[in-house]
């Protein structure tokens, strides 16, 4: 069984399949609190399904692309049948992690959006760093950055592990409402960064509080 926060269809906002439209899982809990995080109502809200519950919620989208999300999605040991449930009904299948949790465990076939959290979020303590060594280049790495100090620790963190070119992307995300995304963009550009600035697109399709798109 699996505590499932909601189930929806929209259009992806993240990573570098920005614009597809994607059906998206967003599991119940986190074990983290990061100050920024825009989806504090998913630390308890839910209900149970069983894994095949919602493959078939999923599947009456019509959409070859599912994004598992939370919360945190690796705190539910079902997520991985699920994860290989959608894999085998042909779905392109895509988890989104806080990057404290390992990713040891998520079958090889699905991208993992990886967080590496900023010391702006007040979690950075809780990096598991032996992920960014797992990461392949169907994957992409995930910085949200709210100031100045997380952007040079962004970087370092790039350049310390070697990531560019051993993933699919390097993603740079302002804090919604806190850090211009200008302000971030003349950072990126003026140290000739080769890292993708992310913004959360739904967020400028639908506003920055509605839920469920
Ligand atoms: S890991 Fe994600 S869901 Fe958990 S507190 Fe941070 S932003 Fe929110």
């Known amino acids: 069984m699996l505590t499932i926060n909601e189930v929806f269809y929209s259009i992806q906002g993240e990573s ?49 692309l599912v994004e598992i999300t939370g919360g945190e999605p690796l705190l539910q040991r079902d997520v991985y049948p699920l994860m290989q449930q959608l894999l085998d009904s042909g779905r392109t ?41 797992l990461l392949t280049r169907q994957d992409e790495v995930k910085f949200v950055i709210r100031d100045r100090a997380d952007y040079e620790y962004a970087r370092d963190v790039v350049a310390r592990h070697a990531l560019i070119g051993r993933t699919a992307a390097v993603l740079f995300s302002p804090v919604h409402n806190v850090l211009q995304s200008k302000v971030l963009a003349e950072w990126i550009l003026e140290d000739r960064l080769p890292v993708r600035l992310q913004l959360q697109v739904h967020k400028f399709i639908w506003g920055a509080d509605v839920r469920g798109v």
């Open 93 to 133: 299948v895509m988890v989104e992690t806080g990057g404290h949790l390992s990713i040891r465990d998520v079958p090889s076939p699905v991208i993992r959006i990886v967080d590496v959290k900023c010391p702006g979020s007040g979690e950075s303590a809780k990096n598991h760093w032996e992920n960014l060594e």
């Open 16 to 64: 570098t399949h920005t614009g597809r439209p994607c059906v998206f899982v967003r599991l119940t809990a986190c074990d983290l609190r990061c100050s920024w995080c825009d989806t504090a109502y998913a630390f308890t809200e839910g209900t149970k399904m069983s894994v095949t519950d919602v493959v078939a919620r999923v599947e009456g989208y019509g959409c070859d």
